[in-house]
């Protein structure tokens, strides 16, 4: 799990980021058995809402937030144009995608 970084900041800020040079196939899978290591170590344990902050490359980016919505009801991505997080998945009906959050 060399090529992608995950760690859980605030108890709801999924801080992310590369690591060492890898090519989109590795890094995905790194990025997922990172995640499962977190929710099989109790760290990922779920929630409300996850907020994910830092760069991803698009297959990462699905592949986080696919993992992820199985544990929180709302999983939002940190815009460092709006200064906000956006929802990108919800299934909460009171929180919809597009909505933003501090």
């Keep these: 799990m060399?090529?992608?970084k995950i760690n859980l900041e605030e108890s709801n800020i999924l801080r992310v980021g590369f690591a060492d040079p890898a090519q989109?196939?590795?890094i995905v899978r790194?990025?997922?058995a990172r995640?499962?290591?977190m929710v099989n170590d109790r760290i990922l344990v779920g929630g409300p809402v996850i907020k994910i902050n830092g760069p991803a490359s698009l297959p990462v980016a699905c592949a986080i937030a696919h993992a992820v919505?199985?544990?929180y009801e709302v999983?939002?991505?940190f815009d460092p144009k709006l200064g906000k997080?956006?929802?990108a998945v919800s299934h909460n009906s009171?929180?919809?995608p597009g909505d933003l959050i501090d």
Excluded: I, T, W
Aim: aromatic letters at 8%; charged letters at 15%; glycine letters at 0%.
């Design 75 to 77: 999983v939002a991505v």
């Design 30 to 32: 790194d990025a997922v």
């Design 24 to 26: 989109n196939d590795q």
């Design 85 to 87: 997080y956006v929802v």
């Design 35 to 37: 995640l499962e290591q």
């Design 94 to 96: 009171k929180v919809s």
């Design 2 to 4: 060399a090529s992608y």
């Design 69 to 71: 919505n199985h544990l």
